[in-house]
């Protein structure tokens, strides 16, 4: 099982801009899928963006445009670089893997990590 720690939660004012990052314990590059999740107060987990093992990515309606997300498959790292926050993108921001395919359902990922909040004011 793979462990992922993320970093770089702060609170910024709104249109502001944050880079997140998680750094996995293993190699990840190769077969697993990288996904960003936020879950907000009360609310279920949702999807942000996932990145294959082959690069694509994808984002959801919410943060297309203004999201990005990376991964550096040396570092065993990825990334979401967030610009233009808004007040509602405040929340717990997790990154998580799974093998192989890119799932939007929360349920199905095995690997979290212990998030990090974000707080836009």
């Known amino acids: 099982q793979v462990q992922l720690v993320e970093s770089g939660g702060a609170s910024v004012q709104t249109g502001g801009s944050l880079r997140l990052s998680c750094a996995a314990s293993k190699s990840t590059g190769s077969s697993y899928c990288m996904g960003w999740f936020r879950q907000k107060d009360g609310v279920e987990r949702e999807r942000l963006a996932t990145v294959d093992a082959y690069g694509y990515i994808s984002y959801a309606d919410s943060v297309k445009d203004r999201f990005t997300a990376s991964r550096d498959n040396a570092q065993n790292t990825v990334y979401l670089q967030m610009g233009s926050l808004k007040p509602e993108d405040t929340g717990v921001y997790y990154c998580?893997?799974?093998?192989?395919?890119?799932?939007?359902?929360?349920?199905?990922?095995?690997?979290w990590g212990q998030g990090t909040q974000v707080t836009v004011s």
């Open positions: 998580a893997s799974r093998y192989w395919y890119c799932v939007a359902d929360p349920a199905m990922w095995l690997s």
